[in-house]
């Protein structure tokens, strides 16, 4: 022991520790553990390095990753490459804020829940619902948080899931309805949509919920207009998942009457980061707040009339009543909670529009120029968002190592996903492609054809 420099310990404040806890070595803390199961050579460690050699070797291992700094990025699929703001990064940065945690004590943190309480208010204005919650950890956690509150709350077993919903996400969900008895059926696409005839006729009184994505996974933008009718008439819920950074452009669910709506609000000023950290949302009308997992911060005021904000609703939460708690979703997602709030502040309305307009201006320009390639076509028509499906002459992950040559992160292999969509890949254009990186992609298909 006494060679491990990094042991910050003394060998008499070691003796001092074991005393207080009634044990004589350190070997004694491990005598549950079998003697056969034990290590009983040393760990296949090189020598020990100096911080200087730690840093340069780090650094080497690092710069064998490719980057969205040095490589253009095609390649969405539910997590994105946006511009993020410098003042994001300056203010997630500060102590105040990236040392919080959980905030049991909402005396004693007021100011990371006005941030989420501000986050909260800020999802409510751009998704058209009025109750949100926070901390849940992905847009797929988050979908499967709300089939089992669309379940609960209509007290039915079964879902209907579109084809077109991200098939991330889809697996997610069958891990959770697993576990608990519950099934969902799927919808099929009618022209890289969801087929809503098919799914009103297949609808039953033991239906909790309908979940469409709008943009879908293809990038289609889903016309759900009316559909809550047919929903409501059965007594069952439309559940909707949505792309934030559409909302500028296009409906907000709760125009057409949705009353679950989740997402993946990576996008809103958090980096891909290799995917993740991500940040689930999930937004919903006031008679289902008691529902909603998560935390949920209110407005109060205290004592003397002062304004200040709390955890509400406490009582649904695994750490007052376990047993019964609504969820068991814990974790803490405030860093990114914030990333999300001063994002959409430093923007604000005209900003989210413009990042939404140069999303979709640049995927439109990229999908006319693909289109006029010879052997390359739109899977599917219809109006897209970002995202979009094209069909190819050839293998797609032959294409993607030839794009890497070109500096290029191409799109996404279809085919394991939907194995009647071989040869096709899905390709994404943010606000941060050029028109030169634009065009340098296409330049590389039409080398590659």
Same mark, same amino acid.
Do not use: W
């Given at each position: 022991m006494g060679g491990r420099h990094y042991l910050p310990l003394t060998e008499k404040q070691r003796q001092i520790m074991l005393q207080d806890i009634g044990v004589n070595s350190q070997e004694e803390l491990f005598e549950d553990i079998p003697p056969e199961v034990r290590l009983k050579e040393t760990l296949n460690l090189p020598p020990s390095f100096t911080e200087t050699e730690v840093l340069r070797h780090l650094g080497g291992l690092a710069g064998k990753n490719l980057n969205i700094k040095d490589y253009a990025c095609f390649l969405g699929a539910g997590v994105y490459d946006h511009f993020i703001p410098t003042?994001?990064?300056?203010?997630?940065?500060? =102590?105040?804020? *990236?040392? =919080?945690?959980?905030? *049991? @004590? &909402?005396?004693?943190? @007021?100011?990371?829940?006005?941030?989420?309480? %501000? *986050? @909260?208010? +800020?999802?409510? %204005? +751009?998704?058209?619902?009025?109750?949100?919650?926070? =901390? +849940? *950890?992905?847009? &797929?956690?988050? +979908? &499967? %948080? &709300?089939?089992?509150?669309a379940c609960v709350t209509t007290r039915r077993q079964k879902i209907l899931l579109s084809r077109s919903v991200n098939p991330f996400y889809s697996d997610v969900l069958k891990r959770y309805f697993d576990s608990r008895n519950l099934s969902y059926s799927e919808v099929p696409l009618k022209e890289g949509k969801t087929d809503l005839e098919r799914a009103e006729a297949a609808l039953d009184g033991d239906h909790a919920a309908l979940v469409v994505q709008t943009p879908n996974f293809f990038g289609l933008l889903e016309n759900l207009q009316g559909v809550a009718d047919f929903l409501h008439a059965k007594g069952a819920l439309l559940l909707v998942i949505t792309d934030p950074i559409s909302l500028p452009l296009v409906k907000a669910p709760g125009e057409y009457d949705a009353d679950i709506v989740v997402g993946e609000g990576q996008s809103l000023g958090s980096s891909p980061s290799f995917g993740g950290p991500l940040l689930g949302f999930l937004a919903t009308r006031e008679k289902f707040m008691r529902r909603l997992p998560g935390r949920i911060v209110g407005e109060t005021t205290d004592a003397h009339g002062r304004r200040g904000f709390v955890l509400t609703l406490q009582t649904r939460e695994q750490h007052i009543r376990r047993e019964r708690a609504t969820s068991n979703i814990c974790s803490n997602e405030a860093l990114n909670v914030l990333a999300a709030a001063v994002y959409m502040v430093a923007l604000g309305p005209e900003g989210l529009r413009e990042v939404a307009f140069l999303c979709l201006q640049k995927a439109a320009y990229a999908r006319e120029k693909m289109s006029g390639i010879p052997g390359l076509e739109l899977v599917f028509p219809g109006y897209y968002f970002k995202e979009f499906a094209v069909r190819l002459p050839q293998d797609a992950k032959e294409l993607n190592r030839k794009l890497l040559e070109r500096k290029i992160i191409g799109g996404l292999d279809l085919s394991p996903l939907y194995p009647e969509l071989n040869n096709s890949m899905l390709f994404c254009v943010t606000e941060n492609r050029t028109r030169a990186e634009i065009d340098s992609l296409i330049q590389g298909l039409e080398a590659w054809k």
């Open positions: 003042i994001v990064k300056h203010v997630t940065g500060r =102590s105040e804020f *990236y040392t =919080s945690y959980t905030p *049991y @004590q &909402a005396e004693a943190s @007021q100011g990371m829940l006005q941030a989420i309480f %501000e *986050y @909260q208010t +800020l999802i409510c %204005e +751009l998704t058209g619902m009025e109750v949100t919650n926070a =901390s +849940l *950890y992905d847009g &797929a956690t988050a +979908l &499967a %948080e &709300a089939a089992l509150m």
